[in-house]
């Protein structure tokens, strides 16, 4: 098994030494004699693209103000449509008092997209749902019995 | 007759009064001398007790000039002291960090001629052989389930240590330099500003770029990679400040002094251990800084290069 000077090992992955550093220390797999086996290459290797964007330092995370306004804005009920004769209107809101400024248009109120989410069953991490396999009666737990050992 | 006799009496009257009165003015009188000696005896008595006076202001005066010469002398030793702790500090880091260098230079020596032994050797022709019978002999000696003639266990180790002679780079450890690496990491809490934890130490500079041989890289490394095991990822990089790699961490909600302590024993325990794979003994003091010292030596943030 070919071993690697971590310096080496992170050029070749295009991130500094003290990224490489941190992520195998990060998973407590730094070797302290510098040297890199193949399988700490390959977590560098897959967990450099996730490192890239913290190479110009760690980045603070503001915290979320409680009184920010939600993801998705309250959704108003528009008001009632109600056509006024030209003459009517003209009456009421004549052309010489130009101060009196028009209503507001309504704002169109569009809810926040919801979150792209794989689907349900595809494997894209560790983290996504288990597939299920529904037998002939359903879904259903069954708790297994302790396996006892050969005598 | 009576008239005469009358005046003569009035006359010893009179005389007798006269000679009364005369006398009770000779009293006062003499009253009124010893009234006027002492009050001139008074009057030296104040003047000696304000000349007493005048001497103990001066004296006052003078010791209160004195306090205050104290006082300036105090303020120029304590600037002195903080000055000569100040270049203390810096000549120690400078120091380690020269001395570590030798040590790294010497170290890089001997594992770049080791290693280009070890090559050399590799690319004989018999070396693989004389290897398998190096161990196949190492294997034997060691067997204690196997008796072996003294006359035979002589001849093994006669060849085992020849084939030390010539293959000795294949088969021994790596070399390491008969120095000690002596560093002391300094560390304190800054509590101007954001309340945060500084260590720093004088490691030699790595090589750029950095390779196995390379101590300073193989310490520095190991240092902050402790520092992410024990503190987790996303700590602050250190920083390389005159030569001097700078650890310095906010204290977030913990106190600065335990969160300096826990950085000091953090970066510690990384060049202790990185020392201990790289083969060399390292002795590493810790000393805690006054936050004024460490204020005056090391810049807030990021001033100096960031790795």
């Known amino acids: 098994m070919a071993v690697k000077w971590i310096g080496d090992a992170a050029q070749e992955l295009g991130i500094t030494p003290l990224d490489a550093v941190e992520i195998l220390a990060s998973r407590q797999e730094y070797p302290m004699n510098g040297l890199v086996d193949e399988d700490r290459f390959k977590t560098l290797r897959l967990m450099r693209t996730g490192k890239r964007l913290e190479t110009s330092g760690s980045q603070p995370i503001p915290v979320p103000d409680r009184h920010a306004s939600p993801l998705t804005v309250p959704v108003t009920p528009p008001a009632p449509y109600a056509p006024v004769p030209a003459h009517h209107a003209a009456e009421i809101h004549p052309p010489a008092a130009p101060s009196v400024a028009p209503p507001p248009p309504p704002v169109t109120v569009i809810p926040a997209p919801p979150p792209v989410r794989p689907p349900v069953g595809e494997a894209t991490s560790v983290t996504a749902p288990l597939q299920t396999i529904p037998g002939r009666e359903g879904e259903r737990t069954v708790i297994l019995p302790p396996v006892e050992p050969k005598r | ?307």
């Open chain 2, 1 to 307: 007759m009576g008239l005469l006799k009358d005046f003569l009496r009035i006359e010893a009257d009179r005389r007798g009064a006269l000679a009364v009165l005369r006398v009770e003015a000779q009293s006062r009188r003499l009253q009124i001398e010893e009234i006027g000696a002492e009050a001139k005896r008074k009057r030296d008595e104040v003047a000696m007790i304000e000349e007493g006076l005048r001497r103990l202001a001066e004296d006052v005066a003078r010791t209160e000039e004195e306090l205050l010469d104290i006082e300036s002398r105090r303020e120029d030793h304590d600037r002195e002291s903080h000055e000569r702790k100040i270049e203390a500090v810096r000549s120690s880091l400078e120091y380690d960090r020269a001395d570590g260098h030798r040590i790294a230079e010497d170290f890089r020596n001997l594992r770049s001629a080791f290693e280009t032994e070890r090559a050399r050797l590799l690319a004989e022709a018999d070396t693989g052989r004389m290897m398998d019978n190096f161990f196949q002999i190492e294997a034997f000696l060691k067997d204690t389930g196997t008796p072996i003639p003294d006359a035979a266990r002589k001849a093994l180790m006669k060849e085992r240590q020849d084939l030390m002679g010539r293959i000795g780079p294949l088969v021994a450890p790596p070399p390491a330099p008969d120095g000690v690496f002596k560093a002391t990491i300094v560390y304190s809490a800054l509590e101007e500003g954001e309340p945060s934890a500084v260590v720093a130490v004088g490691l030699p500079d790595e090589a750029e770029p950095s390779g196995a041989h390379d101590l300073a890289a193989l310490l520095f490394y190991g240092s902050y990679a402790a520092v992410v095991e024990k503190i987790g990822p996303g700590v602050p990089r250190p920083r390389r400040e005159e030569g001097v790699v700078i650890y310095e961490q906010a204290a977030g909600s913990r106190a600065p002094d335990e969160a300096a302590l826990g950085l000091f024993l953090a970066v510690k325990a990384g060049l202790e251990k990185a020392a201990a794979a790289a083969g060399v003994p390292c002795e590493l003091t810790g000393v805690f800084l006054e936050p004024e010292i460490a204020s005056a030596v090391f810049s807030r943030g990021g001033q100096a290069r960031r790795f």
